[in-house]
């Protein structure tokens, strides 16, 4: 089992930028999918963006263009840049690993955008 720890949640006005971390406990992370999912409240959780181990990178089509997605397999660390919030970008982050369909999560971070 990965322990993946998410940081980086804050509050923010909109049009500003958060930077999302996730460290993994160990280093099968190097052969891990990343991604990054978020949920608002009453609703179902959501799938942000993807990162293959060999850098392939997939977005929802909602952060396209304000997000990016990137990892650093030395710091077993994933990050999540976030660029010109909005207000409906407001959740809790979580990270997820899946090493062949084996799937961790983290407790995540909250994300709030002021109007």
């Known amino acids: 089992q990965v322990q993946l720890v998410e940081s980086g949640g804050g509050l923010v006005q909109a049009g500003e930028s958060l930077r999302l971390s996730c460290v993994a406990s160990n280093s099968i992370f190097s052969i891990a999918v990343m991604s990054w999912y978020r949920q608002a409240p009453g609703k179902q959780r959501e799938l942000v963006a993807i990162?293959?181990?060999?850098?392939?990178?997939r977005y929802a089509d909602f952060v396209k263009g304000r997000f990016t997605i990137s990892r650093d397999n030395a710091k077993n660390t994933v990050y999540l840049q976030m660029y010109s919030l909005k207000p409906e970008d407001t959740a809790h982050y979580y990270c997820?690993?899946?090493?062949?369909?084996?799937?961790?999560w983290g407790q995540g971070t909250q994300v709030t955008v002021s109007s």
């Open positions: 990162i293959t181990s060999s850098g392939t990178t």
């Open positions: 997820q690993s899946n090493k062949f369909g084996s799937l961790s």
